[in-house]
């Protein structure tokens, strides 16, 4: 059962931009600290960014100035606007939910940047 759906993905060239959308239920999404991580090839998952259910932010620091992170607590969603992209950006991007009783993965997005 997928709880947490990506889309926005794809193909862009450099200096490009993408917006990420993950939408989940309120369940998930309620009170939860949302994330975006990014796994690229032959590289470890790192954090990308995340909003505390205050909305307050934090960025890895290779984006920031470059991506922004939102969420819509009525429609339940997390958003990440990607500016700026570089090859270097290219990887699979993860939601996350974190709450105190329990995390959650989405099952990824492809972002690859390329001309």
């Known amino acids: 059962q997928v709880q947490l759906v990506e889309s926005g993905g794809g193909l862009v060239q450099p200096g490009g931009s993408l917006r990420l959308s993950c939408a989940t239920s309120r369940s998930i999404f309620s009170s939860a600290t949302m994330g975006w991580y990014r796994q690229g090839p032959g590289k470890q998952r790192e954090l990308v960014a995340t909003?505390?259910?205050?909305?307050?932010?934090n960025y890895a620091d290779s984006v920031k100035g470059r991506f922004t992170i939102s969420r819509d607590n009525a429609k339940n969603t997390v958003y990440l606007q990607m500016n700026s992209l570089k090859p270097e950006d290219t990887a699979v991007y993860y939601c996350?939910?974190?709450?105190?009783?329990?995390?959650?993965w989405g099952q990824g997005t492809q972002v690859t940047v390329s001309s």
């Open positions: 996350n939910s974190r709450r105190p009783v329990a995390t959650t």
């Open positions: 909003i505390t259910s205050f909305r307050a932010t």
